[in-house]
C-alpha cells in the first residue's frame, strides 16, 4: 500500500481537520510515524529511519 494510501485510511477518512494547522501538525506527526515506527516490508520490516540512517554498532569495551 502506497504512503499516500495509509495516510487516507489512517487518518483522512477519520478526522474533521479544524484548519489548515490542523491538517499540516496532522501530516507530521503521520510522516514521522510513517518513517520512524512502522515497518515495511519491501525493507525487510525495518523502518526507511533504520534503512536510510543506521545506528552505528556499539564496540564491546
Known amino acids: 500500500m502506497s504512503v499516500h494510501n495509509c495516510w487516507v485510511r489512517s ?3 477519520l478526522t474533521a481537520f479544524e484548519d489548515g494547522a490542523h491538517l499540516k501538525r ?24 533504520e534503512m536510510y540512517f543506521p545506528q552505528p554498532v556499539k564496540q564491546a569495551a
Open 26 to 49: 496532522a501530516l507530521r506527526n503521520y510522516f514521522a510515524w510513517y518513517n520512524r515506527e512502522r515497518p515495511h516490508q519491501g525493507l525487510d520490516y525495518a523502518t526507511p529511519d
Open 11 to 13: 487518518c483522512v477518512y
